[in-house]
C-alpha cells in the first residue's frame, strides 16, 4: 500500500480532514431536511453507528434555514449540500452549517461563488467543490476524456476560490464509473494540495453498491489517495457508515469495532453456518471494541483457518468448539452456539 497522500488539513466542525488525520466517514441524511424532528431523529441515529460527518440536502429557503434547529439537535458537524442557488448557501452559513459542499456546474457566474466564498471565510467554514461527471459545467472542454473534464472543472474553480484567498477546500470529483472516477482522483491528487472526499456516485442498492464502492474507493485508498469517503447506497444512510468502515477496516486504516471472519461453508460443514454467522453478526453490531472473531463450519479445518482470530467457534455434529487465538478453550452445545461464543466476545 503506498503511503498516505500528505494534504493541507481543514476543520469542518470538531472533525480535521486531512493532513494525516484518520479517513473520516460520512454520509447523508435521506430526509426531509425541512422536517427537523425526523432530520434530527435520523442523525442520532447515525450518532450511535459512529457516523463522522453528515450532510443535509438544502433545496431551498425553509432547509436552509432549518439547520439552526437541526444543530441544536445534533452533535456531529453538519455540511449543507447546495445545488444551483448561492443564496442558499449564504442562508445555510448564517444557520451555522459547518461546512459547504457546492458543485460548481450548476452553481453558475464567479461572482455568486465569490460571495459564497467570501461569507465561508469569514466564519472559517470550509466549502467542498463537488464535481459530478453528471452536471458538468458548460464551460469544460467535451472533447478531453470525462476524467480530464472533471478535473478541469474541479481546478477552474479551485482557481476561482484560490483567486479570492480562500483555501479551505475539499474536492470530489466522482462518476458511477469506477475507472473514471479513480483516474480523475489520481490525476488531481498531484495538482492540488487539499484534501480529497472520494466516493462512487449513485453506486446503487447495497448488493451491487457496497461492491462498486469498495473497488473504486479501496483502489484509491490503497494508493495513499483520500481523507474522507461517502459510500452512496441506494438504502439507509447507516449501511454507508457501516460499508465505510469496513472498506477502511479492510485496508487496515482504520479499527472500528469487531472483524467478522467467517468461513463460506462447504461439504464437511454440519450445520447451517450462514444462519449462525448472520446471526452473530446481528450480534456484533452492538459491540464496540475492536475483537476479531471466527465462525467456522467445521471442528477439523475451523480453527486453524482462523487462528489469527480472537475468539472463535468451530462447529460439528451437535456440538461446537470454543476458541481463543487458535486454541480450543471448551466444547458446548450446537443450540448454545450464539450465547456461549457471545459470552466469550463481551468478555474478552
Ligand atoms: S472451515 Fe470447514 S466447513 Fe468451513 S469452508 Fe473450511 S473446511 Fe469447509
Same mark, same amino acid.
Given at each position: ?85 448561492? %443564496? ?12 459547504? %459542499? ?40 467535451? %472533447? ?63 448488493? %451491487? ?140
Amino acid at each position: 500500500m503506498k503511503r498516505r497522500r500528505i494534504s493541507k488539513p481543514i476543520q469542518i466542525g470538531k472533525v480535521t480532514i486531512g493532513g494525516g488525520a484518520p479517513i473520516v466517514v460520512q454520509t447523508m441524511t435521506k430526509t426531509d431536511t425541512r422536517n427537523v424532528m425526523s432530520t434530527i431523529a435520523q442523525i442520532k441515529e447515525l450518532e450511535d453507528y459512529d457516523c463522522e460527518l453528515v450532510r443535509v440536502a438544502v433545496p431551498d429557503t425553509e432547509a436552509a434555514q432549518a439547520i439552526r434547529a437541526i444543530k441544536r439537535g445534533i452533535s456531529l458537524p453538519l455540511i449543507a449540500d447546495i445545488h444551483f442557488d448561492y %443564496r442558499l448557501a449564504l442562508m445555510a452559513l448564517e444557520a451555522g452549517a459547518d461546512g459547504l %459542499r457546492l458543485n460548481p456546474g450548476n452553481i453558475g457566474e464567479p461572482e455568486k461563488v465569490k460571495a459564497v466564498a467570501r461569507a465561508a471565510k469569514e466564519r472559517d467554514v470550509p466549502i467542498r467543490i463537488g464535481v459530478n461527471a453528471g452536471s458538468l459545467p458548460k464551460a469544460t472542454n467535451p %472533447r478531453l476524456p470525462i476524467a480530464e473534464q472533471m478535473v478541469e472543472a474541479a481546478l477552474k474553480q479551485i482557481q476561482l476560490l484560490e483567486s479570492l484567498n480562500f483555501d479551505l477546500i475539499k474536492v470530489s470529483l466522482k462518476a458511477f464509473d469506477v475507472p473514471t472516477t479513480i483516474k480523475a482522483y489520481q490525476d488531481i491528487a498531484r495538482k492540488i494540495p487539499y484534501p480529497l472526499h472520494i466516493g462512487i456516485t449513485e453506486a446503487g442498492t447495497p448488493r %451491487r453498491g457496497v461492491i462498486r464502492s469498495a473497488v473504486g474507493i479501496g483502489t484509491l485508498l490503497y494508493q495513499g489517495i483520500g481523507d474522507t469517503i461517502r459510500v452512496s447506497l441506494t438504502a439507509h444512510p447507516k449501511e454507508e457508515v457501516i460499508a465505510g468502515y469496513e472498506i477502511l477496516k479492510s485496508l487496515n486504516l482504520r479499527q472500528h469495532g469487531p472483524v467478522l471472519v467467517s468461513c463460506p461453508s462447504c461439504g464437511r460443514a454440519e450445520v447451517d453456518i450462514v444462519k449462525l454467522a448472520e446471526a452473530v453478526e446481528e450480534e456484533l453490531i452492538k459491540i464496540n471494541k475492536p475483537i476479531k472473531v471466527a465462525v467456522m463450519g467445521c471442528v477439523v479445518n475451523g480453527p486453524g483457518e482462523a487462528k489469527d482470530a480472537d475468539i472463535g467457534i468451530a462447529c460439528g455434529k451437535g456440538k461446537a468448539v470454543l476458541f481463543k487465538k487458535g486454541k480450543k478453550i471448551r466444547t458446548i452445545k450446537e443450540k448454545d452456539s450464539l450465547s456461549a461464543l457471545m459470552a466469550e466476545v463481551e468478555k474478552f
